[in-house]
């Protein structure tokens, strides 16, 4: 078991990286420079504006997309040079991802949207498990359309979690959720994060979360403005919001 | 990789109006070529095995009379492996119940045996006994043709004299396969008989005795068949020698060729052009429906799933549907060529079809169809999986947002729905681009497939109202004095008598040969002409030859040049005649001189062969019964009798053939437009439902939807008629024979259906989505993106 004590050992770093959209004529500068560290088994939480840049950074980090300029190291992986190989395997075995629209796949019930990613990854869970995590052990054989906007994002968690990941990138996972929910749902990534010492970001627009993580990085305008250590984080069911 | 393949299933099962539609072009691609080349290989085939096994000989030749005993001779020239001597005699029957006029060509076949060479099939019935003269053996068509049967009577009248027969049996040979009487373009199966006898009745009905007319023999392998010929004219020139000739020259096997070649044309053209339609629209709407895919396909890349096996997740995807269309395909087209190989039988009368399914043409036509789709499908599935998850898995961004054409060109007062319309196509030109293109290709094929009804009734129209206006047209059993056409002047009914003259002769020019004749005209005339390029008529030099265009580029000949002719009767004079002018005929080739000319060249004074008339119609069949009772009339041939057996040829050989390939035409079109329709659905019911939520009407979300299905196949209709247009041409072009040339005319009708069966197609899939849109909820639309 790994403790948030433990030596600092350095998961994630990013310099000076930069991402660029290009529509047309316009540019769109979404990360201007951002230097930031993600550590070993750490729960940290993404606060920034909308439009901030923090979707494209956490895409970034999980090798969804990548940056304009600038270095993304993964451990002792530059995942800015990496090949499309590496950067499959970095995705298949070591990241968890919880996307800000789901992305569930329509065709494919909750438990097959989370087998999905069982199927190929190497020491999963059982999909019911996950599934049974974030409450949905009701729901196992209903499709995406068949579920509220909320048990979408959950089955969307149950995937991400479900391969027992060493990271979990979370993008605003509980922003459909009610407050009951909602600290559920922390309370399994909380979880997850001290049993398998996976190292979880979380993206949210709600400041109370920052106070159940152990660091806090704010985003604005396409740079990190303010990294907040919380000596003494709460557990999820202390939040009130 | 279980909950992948269980999408997969999920994804066959939504996806299966589209797939069926995939499946149908599939099919029908496959189905056309493999119906194409297997009814084609049918035919060469069963040619072959005829031949091969029924001994077909390799030289023919005619001659007046010769003694039996030179036969000898004949058989020791160098090459001969086997030879027979024959005796024919043209004939004219009486078939109880049809008063039209019958003749035919009675050969004689070794007393009650088989003969050596050009063994007879028998389809019924028996050979004649040998010590029997009274009985015949009759061609199959013409026994067909009246529902004669062994057993039944028939009145012959050989030279001159009236002989009761009795059936024997009903046979084929190798020989007529092609029945067709000399001289004629169609075949006329109920006017034209063969019959066999006994080789001792057919010396005494024709004074032959001990004495032989015709030789048939082959060669052995390496014979040089030029010497051959060469030498046995030589035997046979004393005796009234016509001229050998080899199988290219003989009439059932030239006809044959001929007919394979066209059919061929078509056989190999249309289908390499519905398989390249498939395999393009193939490629373009596997590549669209993958793209339809495309979030998903970056979800599974962002959960670490690797090219290969999202590429595999979608090609078994797309195989499925393209077996199951192979699978039809084949068997559809393997079903379809038995039955088209079985419609040519009625018109190349092979005893039996030799019938295979080649793998190898069916593995052809599915790698074809399916290496289409396959790259259709990768492509996509590479360009979405080229992309950053992170954008892929976001809705394809408009590219360009501006005021659309259009609206720019100052165009006010455009409602909403339709300025999405238009921004819509202005914004994915190459995606609209491409389902114009498919549905033209569509039209296009439509019109390649249903063209060729109106291009035979102008060539109907040409000859027979333009070219040849005579009712009837005789010919004499030898040339005559041109007294003669008094006599049939004076016949009650008939208006107007024109005498021609005709020669067979060999033409040449250079060392390209055509066997065929001349025809001499008189001049002015007024029932036949011959028509100029723009279908005028004109008149004929008094020196030269008019050629036919299409003979003219037989021979490579032009005006100006000097046409070498080998006369093939009377005297056998070799000539040499300017070539004049040129002449447009669709139908035969032709060498036309003026009858005067004609008769100086011959060495011969003012004679004819026959005579072109004009008949008051109510007096047709008795004006034909006295003709028929004049001992020099050979033959009678009416014009309703030569329109009737051209259209049953074309109905046979052309329009059979395009009657399968209108519908397979069809059944593509109506896919590409339904596929086209479905995927356009698939692509806009989120915004759809969108606009729904933001209070626009069901008409109007439906108006945007099919508004732009309709304003598509609109602007595809100009395309589709110029490809079409191109697509005709290079079928007429490829189907150029000295029978017929089928003349590229485009009316309006063709241009009419092919629209019509696409705007059909469009509406079905309009009514489709129609009910689609109904069931659109809004609510499930906007949760999950497909
Ligand atoms: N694919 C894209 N193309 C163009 N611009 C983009 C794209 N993705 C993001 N952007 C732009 O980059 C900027 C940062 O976007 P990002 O999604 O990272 O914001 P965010 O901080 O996650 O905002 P929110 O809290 O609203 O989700 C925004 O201005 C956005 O418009
Ligand atoms: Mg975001």
């Not at chain 2, 050989?653 to 590409?672: C, R, Y």
Request: net charge neutral; charged share 20%; with cysteine.
């Amino acid at each position: 078991m790994v403790t948030p004590s433990s030596p600092r050992e350095r998961v994630f770093h990013t310099r000076a990286l930069t991402r660029v959209f290009r529509l047309g004529e316009v540019e769109i500068h979404a990360l201007r420079g951002v230097d930031m560290e993600l550590y070993a088994g750490e729960f940290v939480v993404l606060l920034g504006a909308s439009g901030s840049g923090k979707s494209t950074l956490l895409n970034i980090l999980g090798g969804l997309d990548s940056g304009t300029e600038g270095e993304v190291w993964y451990k002792d992986i530059d995942l800015s040079r990496a090949s499309e190989r590496v950067l499959t395997d970095f995705r298949r075995h070591h990241v968890g991802f919880v996307f800000q629209f789901y992305n569930l796949i329509p065709s494919l019930t909750a438990r097959e949207n989370v087998a999905i990613v069982t199927d190929i990854a190497r020491e999963p869970m059982d999909p019911s498990d996950a599934l049974a995590l974030v409450g949905l052990e009701q729901r196992l054989d209903h499709f995406p359309a068949q579920l509220s906007g909320g048990e979408q994002q959950r089955v969307a968690i149950a995937r991400a979690i479900a391969k027992k990941p060493d990271v979990l990138l979370c993008d605003e996972p509980t922003g459909a959720l009610d407050s009951k929910t909602g600290i559920k749902v922390l309370e399994v990534l909380r979880r997850i994060n001290r049993e398998l010492g996976t190292t979880t970001a979380v993206i949210t627009h709600n400041a109370v979360i920052a106070d159940m993580a152990e660091r806090m990085i704010r985003l604005s305008d396409g740079r990190v403005s303010e990294v907040t250590n919380n000596a003494h984080p709460v557990d999820p069911d202390q939040l009130h919001w | 990789m279980r909950a992948l393949n269980i999408k997969l299933l999920r994804n066959l099962w939504t996806l299966k109006g589209q797939g069926i539609a995939i499946a149908v072009v599939i099919a029908t691609g496959v189905a056309m070529f493999v119906m194409s080349f297997t009814a084609l290989d049918a035919l060469r085939l069963s040619q072959q095995s005829v031949y091969q096994s029924q001994r077909f000989s390799e030289v023919f030749a005619n001659l007046k009379r010769a003694p039996e005993s030179l036969a000898e001779r004949l058989r020791a020239v160098p090459g001969v492996a086997t030879l027979e001597t024959r005796v024919q005699a043209p004939v004219k029957l009486q078939v109880p119940g049809f008063d039209q006029p019958v003749t035919g060509l009675a050969q004689s076949i070794p007393d009650g045996r088989q003969p050596q060479l050009n063994q007879l099939y028998l389809r019924a019935g028996q050979l004649p006994e040998a010590n029997r003269n009274d009985q015949v053996l009759l061609s199959e068509a013409f026994a067909e043709a009246h529902e004669l049967q062994p057993g039944d009577r028939l009145s012959v009248v050989i030279n001159g004299r009236y002989q009761a027969l009795w059936i024997s049996g009903i046979a084929l040979s190798p020989e007529y396969i092609y029945q067709i009487r000399p001289g004629d373009l169609f075949p006329d199966f109920s006017r034209y008989a063969i019959l066999w006898m006994n080789r001792d009745a057919l010396e005494s009905a024709f004074d032959m005795d001990g004495a032989f007319n015709n030789v048939a023999l082959t060669l052995y392998t390496g014979a040089s068949e030029q010497m051959v010929i060469d030498r046995v004219d030589q035997l046979l020139e004393p005796w009234g020698g016509l001229g050998a000739y080899g199988r290219e020259d003989q009439l059932s096997h030239r006809f044959i060729e001929q007919e394979l070649e066209q059919v061929a044309a078509m056989a190999v053209f249309l289908p390499l052009i519905f398989i390249g339609v498939s395999a393009f629209l193939l490629n373009v709407v596997a590549a669209r429906l993958i793209r339809t895919q495309r979030e998903q396909i970056a979800v599974l890349k962002a959960f670490g799933y690797d090219g290969v096996a999202v590429a595999g997740h979608y090609l078994m995807l797309v195989l499925v549907i393209v077996l199951f269309g192979s699978v039809l395909g084949v068997f559809l087209g393997t079903w379809l060529a038995s039955g088209l190989a079985g419609m040519y039988q009625e018109f190349f009368r092979f005893p039996w079809l030799e019938f295979r399914l080649k793998p190898s043409v069916a593995l052809t036509a599915i790698a074809i169809a399916g290496g289409a789709t396959a790259i259709g499908t990768l492509t996509s599935v590479y360009r979405a999986f080229r992309l950053p998850p992170a954008e892929a898995m976001r809705p394809e961004p408009p590219t360009h947002f501006r005021r659309t054409l259009i609206e720019r060109l100052g165009i006010r007062g455009l409602s909403q729905p339709t300025r999405i319309i238009l921004r819509n196509l202005e914004r994915q030109p190459i995606k609209a681009g491409l389902s114009i293109l498919g549905i033209s290709l569509a039209v296009g094929m439509m019109m390649l497939t249903g063209f060729q009804k109106g291009s035979i009734d102008y060539m109907m129209d040409v000859q027979f109202r333009l070219a040849q206006k005579q009712d009837m047209t005789v010919t004499f059993i030898e040339p005559t004095q041109r007294g003669a056409l008094h006599e049939l002047r004076a016949l009650p009914g008939v208006r107007y008598v024109e005498g021609f003259r005709s020669a067979s002769a060999i033409l040449q020019y250079g060392h390209r040969t055509y066997r065929g004749g001349l025809q001499g005209f008189s001049d002015p005339r007024s029932l036949v002409q011959v028509l100029d390029e723009q279908l005028q008529p004109i008149a004929i030099p008094d020196e030269g030859v008019l050629l036919t265009d299409h003979l003219a580029r037989m021979l490579g000949i032009g005006v100006g040049d000097t046409l070498q002719v080998k006369v093939q009767e009377g005297r056998q004079p070799e000539l040499a005649i300017p070539v004049a002018g040129l002449v447009t005929e669709f139908i035969g080739v032709g060498a036309y001189l003026r009858r005067e000319t004609l008769a100086r060249l011959l060495g011969e004074g003012d004679t004819v062969s026959g005579a072109f008339l004009a008949v008051e119609p109510e007096q047709v069949a008795e004006v034909n019964r006295r003709l028929e009772a004049m001992p020099r009339v050979a033959g009678v041939s009416q014009r309703e009798t030569m329109i009737r057996a051209f259209d049953d040829m074309m109905s046979d050989s052309m329009l059979v053939f395009t009657f399968f390939s209108v519908f397979m035409a069809g059944s593509i079109a109506f896919a590409v437009v339904y596929n086209n329709a479905r995927i356009a659905f698939a692509e806009r019911s989120r915004e759809l439902a969108t606009l729904r939520v933001l209070g626009f009407t069901r008409p109007e979300i439906a108006f945007i939807l099919l508004g732009e299905l309709m304003l598509l196949t609109l602007l595809a209709m100009p395309l589709g008629f110029l490809l079409g247009a191109g697509l005709c041409h290079l079928l007429t072009v490829g189907m150029q024979t000295d029978l017929y040339r089928v003349p590229l005319v485009l009316t309006a009708d063709t241009y009419a259906s092919a629209a019509l069966v696409v705007l059909v197609a469009t509406l079905l899939s309009a009514l489709m989505m129609g009910r689609a849109l109904a069931k659109l909820d809004m609510v499930s639309a906007l949760k999950s993106a497909e």
